[in-house]
């Protein structure tokens, strides 16, 4: 498969390209992540949007970004599909250098009273919980060794339902194929 594809997806009035990630997209990915972060009920991420690229987008942009693809149209990126080829190595990373970042973002945060409404301390809290308590400890196995792979994709508000999250699914699989890898895991959350 050649390095970009395009397609027409489905009421778009341009084609959609799907293209390999490449540095100068950084911006419009962590936009797009954000923006996706602000449509959801954590209220960490409505207090603090930087949180969502740091925890969602960096690993993969700065760990895998040969694994990354984007979705543009007229020359704009309108989506993402971000790819760790190996989970296991992905949470050594997340461990050691994503999140001890993002513990002193939010340290500094509550210091400096950054953090104005109650309902983001009741999430730090329960975040917390979750990680140390018991809660953490009933979280799903994973077959990891069966399906290594795992990805984020967000699609910009004004181009989802138009098909370009499944031709971004579809770019990805065949480029995880080419690579050997043969499974990926999943895991959903129902709120």
């Known amino acids: ?19 390999e990630y490449n540095p100068a997209d ?15 009920p954590d209220p960490l ?3 603090d949007l930087e949180l969502a690229p740091l925890l969602l987008a960096d690993y993969y942009l700065d760990y895998e970004p040969e694994q990354c693809f984007v979705a543009e149209i007229d020359r704009r990126v309108v989506g993402y599909l971000l790819t760790c080829k190996d989970t296991q190595a992905y949470f050594k990373v997340l461990k050691r250098r994503i999140l001890p970042r993002l513990y002193l973002r939010l340290l500094w945060n509550i210091i400096s009273l950054r953090y104005r409404n ?3 301390y009741k999430a730090l809290w329960w975040k917390l919980a979750e990680s140390f308590g018991s809660r953490g400890r009933d979280k799903l196995i994973l077959p990891i060794s069966q399906y290594p792979a795992h990805s984020h994709r967000n699609v ?3 181009y989802r339902g138009n098909g370009i999250g499944h031709l971004l699914s579809v770019r990805q699989h065949n480029h995880l194929r080419e690579q050997g890898i043969k499974g990926m895991h999943a895991v959903l959350v129902e709120k």
């Open 1 to 19: 498969m050649s390095s970009t594809d395009s397609s027409t997806s489905t009421g778009a009035s341009s084609p959609v390209v799907i293209r």
């Open 26 to 40: 950084r911006a419009a990915v962590r936009a797009i992540c954000k923006q996706a972060a602000s449509e959801q």
């Open 45 to 47: 991420f409505h207090e």
């Open 118 to 120: 109650r309902s983001t």
């Open 156 to 158: 910009a508000p004004g």
